[in-house]
Structures are given as structure tokens and as C-alpha cells.
């Protein structure tokens, strides 16, 4: 990741700390809409922070599938397949299925 790319994701997750306070006197809704708003917030904030979990090199192929349905296991209980983050790991599961199928065939 470029130096820039790192400074603009580490901004937006200043700025999404900064908006949570707002986001909370502002938003309508109930008490767990808004929990589950800042969890949303909370874990974006964790990704753009931390490396990634899942990288094309890390683990073998096996390794990496298992730590990708787990993971779509956890947000297909948080929200449905149309969300964003459900539609990342998807492609990803996908390409990693992709790589193990071409590996059989060959």
C-alpha cells in the first residue's frame, strides 16, 4: 500500500472516530440499530488500521478459504449478502475457489 493510500486510510479512520459521538446524538433509531451502527464504524475503523487478513501470499490456499468462510460466517450474522463488506469477502472466497480449482486441474 502506498504511503498516500495509508495517510487517506488513516484519516478516514480518524474522521470516522471523531464522527461517532454525532453519530450517535443524530441518529433516530433504536438502541441496538445504533450499537450496531458503531460496531459497523468500529471494525472498519480495526481494518483500515490494521494489515489484512486475508493477503493473496499468506497461508496455503486451504489455509486461506478456511479463514474466509469464518469470516463471512461472522458478518452474514451482522448483515445481509448485499452488504459491502459481505460482497468483499465473497470475491475474495471466490478467487481463493478459483485458485483451488485451477490448482486440481492441473
Known sequence: MS???RFSFQTLAATALLALP???IQASGSDEELDDRVRD??????????????????GSLSDQRARLQAEL????RLYTDR????????AQLA????????DAAD
Do not use: I, N
Open 3 to 5: 504511503s498516500l493510500s
Open 22 to 24: 454525532a453519530c450517535s
Open 41 to 58: 464504524l468500529e471494525r472498519r475503523v480495526q481494518r483500515l488500521e490494521s494489515p489484512s487478513r486475508y493477503t493473496p501470499t499468506s
Open 73 to 76: 460466517r461472522d458478518l452474514r
Open 83 to 90: 452488504h459491502p463488506d459481505v460482497q468483499a469477502v465473497l
Open 95 to 102: 478467487e481463493v475457489e478459483r485458485q483451488l480449482a485451477a
